[in-house]
């Protein structure tokens, strides 16, 4: 029997784009009946949010495009992460630099920026400073698309 893709999203509080991202995903992947192929979860690089839910923002925006919104806290990414999950997608040039001094370097080659999958090296940007959840949710949709169409072809 074959191990379930886990996928980590990460940025830097997990209260904004991570926890977007992994509602994002979860929905795609439950919508082409895949549920069970996928364990998707989010995380920080930093302490700052720890314990704390989804920002309303983000909460606001999934629930008007109809996306269900995960239930979550943010935690911080650990080493232990980083050798659990098959993918570790940071959105930022930023969270890709601390999600590689947390596993030392990403020796195993997982991390990714995650619109290098929507085939742009742009980061997404944080609503957090910005206020636009709109551009944040179309630039995560497009990646999550195009990750997911990646992950298929590992099924």
């Known amino acids: 029997m074959k191990d379930k893709i886990k996928v980590l999203f990460v940025c830097h509080g997990n209260i904004c784009r991570s926890t977007m991202a992994e509602s994002i995903m ?3 992947v439950k919508n082409e009946g895949l549920e069970g ?3 998707i979860n989010s995380a920080a690089t930093s302490r700052e949010e720890i314990g704390n839910g989804p920002h309303h923002g983000t909460v606001s925006k999934l629930n008007a495009e ?3 919104v995960i239930p979550h806290r943010a935690v911080q990414m650990t080493l232990d992460d980083y050798n659990n999950y098959d993918y570790l ?3 930022d040039t930023e969270n890709i ?3 590689q001094r947390i596993s030392g ?3 195993d080659e997982k991390i990714y ?3 290098t999958f929507a085939g742009s090296g742009m980061d997404v940007a944080d609503p957090w400073y910005s206020g636009d959840f709109d551009t944040t949710y179309t630039d995560i949709l497009k990646g999550c698309k ?10």
Do not use: A, H, Q, S
């Open 26 to 28: 979860t929905y795609l």
């Open 37 to 39: 192929e996928f364990y």
């Open 66 to 68: 109809g996306i269900p």
């Open 89 to 91: 997608i940071g959105m």
């Open 97 to 99: 630099r601390n999600m």
């Open 105 to 107: 370097g990403d020796p």
């Open 113 to 115: 920026k995650l619109l």
């Open 146 to 155: 195009g990750l997911l169409e990646v992950l298929k072809e590992e099924l």
